[in-house]
């Protein structure tokens, strides 16, 4: 059988690799970061993490909860080194970024019908079945290529990274371990009083933002993460109901709930680097150290990686991507990740599942798996296909874009179960379907 090129080896494309060779499909998987890395990517290992080491909820009860463990029951290779390389994080699923990458880039070292070519792939195969997978950053002659076959490829947004901290150099006797609700100690939390963030809030505002290079301006700043300074810019109290929100919050020192409070979630698995959860920001850097330092606790914090902003670009996918994510023009041709208008690491590696499964299916001669709008693998799928409204962005996983229930189902709660329900429901039965597929030897 002829190998299937996989073009980049990130969440998608090893997401994408491991379900084929599963299956008996031979891949040439392309990664081209040892002889050239994208502004974002630090090492030479797959799927590598480079925004948070957080892949959220891992409550079915959420979307993108579900999402994962729908990718579990198909034997998700990305789920896989998730569950395995885990550290503690309340009801979010993270990871120690390093492990998970090592555990990815193994993994498929070890498949034999996985051929390895460390190197850039510039062009896009007429004839060949491929798996374009290049990731957000995707530039230069591949992304002339893309633009060669399809139209699609025109739309770029911003995309901004939160800073790291070394955790021995956050004041403990300020801030406190402590999840929302109280579910675990597995947050560190910096607490404000109204003074505190309101003296944050003024410096935040009035702080000067990093120099974009000429071609990154003038993009759009996609809502999901969106910079915290362009949070506070929309009014006092954005932050304070948004990444600072102290509900579910209970200061043990006080007994009470803090006005406001800044969350640090675990980089790694020792516990010695930490995130500042949602501050993803453009501000330069000497102005984040000064600015970030007036959060109480982190008076002398050691940043170890400031945040930074780069341009992602992806596909206007609606009317040229099916929901299986091949090319309607080209059908052996598929594309996987965040170039399709997906959001999000789980989401990435989702559609690389898909994308995988479905060319696997495809190139034997079986009819194709319809996940359907029921269930979040196959909601991201339909979304990405056909859009939803006249302006097409990324979008993460969320029941907004799932097939709605029927019948009158009372509370939220109740709601979210039911998704979860039937959802898991159809992916049990299609998971079941394609049993007998994968090989014993790949």
């Not at 501000?283 to 990686?305: C, D, H, N, T, Y």
């Not at 789980?346 to 696997?360: D, F, R």
Request: a neutral charge.
């Amino acid at each position: 059988m002829q190998k299937v090129i996989v073009i980049g080896a990130g969440l998608a494309g090893s997401e994408a690799a491991y379900q084929l060779a599963k299956r008996g499909v031979p891949v040439q998987l392309w990664e081209m970061k040892t002889r050239r890395k994208q502004p974002a990517h630090t090492t030479d290992g797959f799927a590598e993490l480079v925004c948070s080491n957080s892949l959220r909820s891992d409550r079915v009860q959420n979307a993108v909860g579900l999402l994962k463990e729908e990718m579990r029951r198909m034997d998700s290779l990305i789920l896989q080194a998730a569950d395995a390389t885990r550290v503690p994080a309340g009801g979010a699923l993270a990871v120690d970024r390093e492990l998970f990458s090592q555990y990815v880039t193994r993994a498929l070292r070890a498949l034999a019908l996985v051929d390895i070519v460390q190197d850039e792939r510039t062009d896009i195969p007429p004839d060949a079945p491929c798996i374009v997978s290049s990731g957000p950053l995707t530039d230069g002659a591949l992304a002339e290529a893309i633009a060669g076959i399809s139209q699609a490829f025109r739309l770029h947004f911003h995309d901004a990274v939160a800073p790291i901290i070394e955790a021995d150099s956050i004041d403990k006797d300020k801030a406190f371990f402590f999840s929302r609700y109280d579910r675990g100690s597995d947050y560190i939390n910096c607490p404000m009083t109204q003074e505190e963030y309101d003296a944050f809030y003024d410096a935040l505002l009035t702080a000067r933002l990093a120099d974009l290079h000429e071609f990154d301006k003038d993009v759009n700043i996609f809502e999901g993460c969106m910079p915290v300074e362009a949070m506070a810019a929309r009014g006092r109290m954005t932050l304070a109901f948004g990444p600072m929100k102290p509900v579910g919050i209970t200061d043990p020192r006080t007994g009470r709930q803090p006005y406001a409070v800044v969350q640090l979630r675990r980089e790694d698995a020792a516990g010695t680097l930490y995130n500042m959860v949602g501050f993803q920001t453009r501000l330069a850097w000497p102005e984040q150290k000064r600015v970030f330092s007036m959060i109480p606790g982190l008076e002398k914090a050691r940043f170890i990686r400031y945040g930074v902003m780069h341009r992602n670009t992806y596909l206007d996918a609606p009317g040229f991507l099916s929901d299986d994510f091949s090319l309607r023009e080209r059908p052996l041709t598929y594309f996987a990740g965040q170039i399709t208008g997906v959001e999000g690491y789980v989401e990435s590696a989702a559609s690389g599942l898909v994308a995988g499964i479905s060319l696997a299916r495809k190139l034997f001669g079986r009819p194709p798996v319809r996940f359907g709008a029921d269930t979040a693998l196959g909601a991201l799928g339909n979304y990405v296909s056909q859009g939803m409204g006249n302006d097409f962005v990324p979008m993460h996983a969320n029941f907004g874009i799932m097939e709605p229930i029927q019948g009158k189902v009372r509370g939220k709660k109740n709601r979210q179960e039911a998704y979860a329900r039937r959802a898991l429901a159809r992916i049990d039965e299609i998971a079941q379907g394609l049993k007998g597929e994968a090989i014993d030897e790949v």
